[in-house]
Nanobody, 126 residues
Framework: QVQLVESGGGLVQAGGSLRLSCAAS????????MGWFRQAPGKEREFVAT????????SYADSVKGRFTISRDNAEDTVYLEMNSLKPEDTDVYYC???????????????????WGQGTQVTVSS
Protein backbone atom coordinates (compact mmCIF):
# COMPACT_ATOMS: atom_id res chain seq x y z
CA GLN A 1 0.00 0.00 0.00
CA VAL A 2 1.02 3.57 -0.69
CA GLN A 3 -0.46 6.34 1.43
CA LEU A 4 -0.61 9.83 -0.07
CA VAL A 5 -1.33 13.05 1.81
CA GLU A 6 -1.73 16.34 -0.06
CA SER A 7 -1.25 19.82 1.37
CA GLY A 8 -0.91 23.38 0.15
CA GLY A 9 -4.33 24.10 -1.28
CA GLY A 10 -6.20 27.29 -0.49
CA LEU A 11 -7.75 30.48 -1.83
CA VAL A 12 -5.78 32.67 -4.21
CA GLN A 13 -6.57 35.52 -6.56
CA ALA A 14 -6.41 35.09 -10.31
CA GLY A 15 -2.83 35.47 -11.51
CA GLY A 16 -1.46 34.19 -8.23
CA SER A 17 0.49 31.06 -7.36
CA LEU A 18 0.19 28.02 -5.13
CA ARG A 19 2.42 25.05 -4.45
CA LEU A 20 0.84 21.70 -3.68
CA SER A 21 2.77 18.95 -1.92
CA CYS A 22 2.03 15.24 -1.67
CA ALA A 23 3.86 13.18 0.93
CA ALA A 24 4.02 9.45 0.33
CA SER A 25 4.55 6.59 2.74
CA UNK A 26 4.37 2.83 2.61
CA UNK A 27 6.16 1.29 -0.32
CA UNK A 28 9.26 2.60 -2.08
CA UNK A 29 8.26 5.98 -3.50
CA UNK A 30 10.82 5.96 -6.30
CA UNK A 31 9.24 2.82 -7.79
CA UNK A 32 6.10 4.70 -8.81
CA UNK A 33 5.26 7.22 -11.47
CA MET A 34 3.32 10.07 -9.89
CA GLY A 35 0.64 12.42 -11.09
CA TRP A 36 -1.82 15.15 -10.23
CA PHE A 37 -5.47 15.12 -11.22
CA ARG A 38 -8.32 17.50 -10.48
CA GLN A 39 -12.07 17.25 -10.21
CA ALA A 40 -14.94 19.70 -10.04
CA PRO A 41 -18.35 18.76 -8.57
CA GLY A 42 -20.35 16.71 -11.04
CA LYS A 43 -17.44 16.31 -13.43
CA GLU A 44 -15.03 13.50 -14.13
CA ARG A 45 -11.58 13.53 -12.61
CA GLU A 46 -9.12 14.92 -15.16
CA PHE A 47 -5.41 14.63 -15.69
CA VAL A 48 -3.20 17.61 -14.84
CA ALA A 49 0.44 16.49 -14.79
CA THR A 50 2.63 13.43 -14.39
CA UNK A 51 6.28 12.64 -13.73
CA UNK A 52 8.39 9.52 -14.24
CA UNK A 53 9.91 7.53 -11.39
CA UNK A 54 13.26 9.27 -11.63
CA UNK A 55 11.79 12.71 -12.32
CA UNK A 56 13.58 12.87 -15.63
CA UNK A 57 10.48 13.37 -17.75
CA UNK A 58 7.15 15.11 -17.31
CA SER A 59 3.88 15.54 -19.20
CA TYR A 60 1.05 18.06 -18.83
CA ALA A 61 -2.51 18.64 -19.84
CA ASP A 62 -2.76 21.33 -22.51
CA SER A 63 -4.83 23.52 -20.17
CA VAL A 64 -1.95 23.88 -17.69
CA LYS A 65 1.10 23.62 -19.94
CA GLY A 66 3.48 26.53 -19.35
CA ARG A 67 1.79 27.49 -16.07
CA PHE A 68 2.13 24.39 -13.86
CA THR A 69 5.29 22.43 -13.01
CA ILE A 70 5.40 18.96 -11.48
CA SER A 71 8.52 17.81 -9.62
CA ARG A 72 9.49 15.15 -7.12
CA ASP A 73 12.07 14.61 -4.39
CA ASN A 74 12.68 10.89 -4.01
CA ALA A 75 14.83 11.46 -0.92
CA GLU A 76 11.84 13.12 0.77
CA ASP A 77 9.16 10.85 -0.78
CA THR A 78 7.29 13.92 -1.96
CA VAL A 79 5.83 15.15 -5.23
CA TYR A 80 5.01 18.80 -5.88
CA LEU A 81 2.80 20.83 -8.19
CA GLU A 82 3.85 24.44 -8.66
CA MET A 83 0.90 26.40 -10.05
CA ASN A 84 1.46 29.87 -11.50
CA SER A 85 -0.75 32.33 -13.36
CA LEU A 86 -3.78 30.70 -11.82
CA LYS A 87 -7.18 31.20 -13.43
CA PRO A 88 -10.68 30.86 -11.96
CA GLU A 89 -11.17 27.78 -14.13
CA ASP A 90 -8.35 26.08 -12.20
CA THR A 91 -10.68 25.93 -9.19
CA ASP A 92 -11.05 22.25 -8.30
CA VAL A 93 -10.14 19.61 -5.79
CA TYR A 94 -6.63 18.43 -6.64
CA TYR A 95 -5.62 14.80 -6.10
CA CYS A 96 -2.19 13.26 -5.91
CA UNK A 97 -1.88 9.83 -7.54
CA UNK A 98 0.62 6.97 -7.70
CA UNK A 99 0.77 4.54 -10.60
CA UNK A 100 -0.89 1.16 -10.36
CA UNK A 101 2.25 -0.69 -11.45
CA UNK A 102 5.90 -0.01 -10.69
CA UNK A 103 6.97 -0.22 -14.36
CA UNK A 104 4.56 2.47 -15.59
CA UNK A 105 6.27 5.42 -17.25
CA UNK A 106 3.48 7.90 -16.49
CA UNK A 107 0.14 8.03 -14.74
CA UNK A 108 -2.05 10.17 -16.98
CA UNK A 109 -5.40 8.39 -16.85
CA UNK A 110 -7.49 7.58 -13.77
CA UNK A 111 -7.51 3.92 -14.86
CA UNK A 112 -3.72 3.88 -14.46
CA UNK A 113 -3.86 5.01 -10.85
CA UNK A 114 -3.23 2.56 -8.06
CA UNK A 115 -3.37 4.97 -5.13
CA TRP A 116 -5.10 8.31 -4.52
CA GLY A 117 -4.63 11.00 -1.95
CA GLN A 118 -7.60 12.52 -0.14
CA GLY A 119 -7.56 15.72 -2.20
CA THR A 120 -6.93 19.38 -1.47
CA GLN A 121 -9.17 22.27 -2.49
CA VAL A 122 -7.81 25.01 -4.73
CA THR A 123 -10.01 28.06 -5.23
CA VAL A 124 -9.05 30.88 -7.57
CA SER A 125 -11.08 34.06 -7.27
CA SER A 126 -11.54 36.48 -10.16
Amino acid sequence: QVQLVESGGGLVQAGGSLRLSCAASGRTFSNYAMGWFRQAPGKEREFVATITRTGGSTSYADSVKGRFTISRDNAEDTVYLEMNSLKPEDTDVYYCAASRYTLQRYVSDPREVGYWGQGTQVTVSS
